[in-house]
Nanobody, 124 residues
Framework: QPQFVESGGGSVQPGGSLRLSCTAS????????IGWFRQAPGKEREALAC?????SPSHADSVRGRFTISREKSMAYLQMNNLKPDDTAIYYC????????????????????RGQGTQVTVSS
């Protein structure tokens, strides 16, 4: 069973930056996508970004220009800049296995695996 572990969360002031990391062990690098979603109290789950095993990224409109996903084999990163209080949430990384994930990823895909999450708090 693949395991996904997030790190890099924490507290930051508005306008600050954080870089989240995701380690996907036991997860095939081919035909797979890795992504990030967040969950804030009282809000629906929000898909943020994903990246195919071929390196093709996709970002949600709500974070495009501020968040950037990258990937190196079974590691994925989410660079978050100009953070706002509304970005406060638990951030999860996830994995998807399908043939087309080698070439692109879709933020509507349901995940096959996910991590336990890391808390991000943006507050002054």
């Amino acid at each position: 069973q693949p395991q996904f572990v997030e790190s890099g969360g924490g507290s930051v002031q508005p306008g600050g930056s954080l870089r989240l990391s995701c380690t996907a062990s036991g997860f095939s690098e081919d035909y797979s996508a890795i992504g990030w979603f967040r969950q804030a109290p009282g809000k629906e789950r929000e898909a943020l970004a994903c990246i195919s095993s071929g390196g093709s990224p996709s970002h949600a409109d709500s974070v495009r220009g501020r968040f950037t996903i990258s990937r190196e084999k079974s590691m994925a990163y989410l660079q978050m800049n100009n953070l706002k209080p509304d970005d406060t949430a638990i951030y999860y990384c996830y994995g998807v296995r399908r043939a087309s994930a080698r070439y692109y990823c879709d933020l509507t895909w349901e995940f096959d695996y996910r991590g336990q999450g890391t808390q991000v708090t943006v507050s002054s």
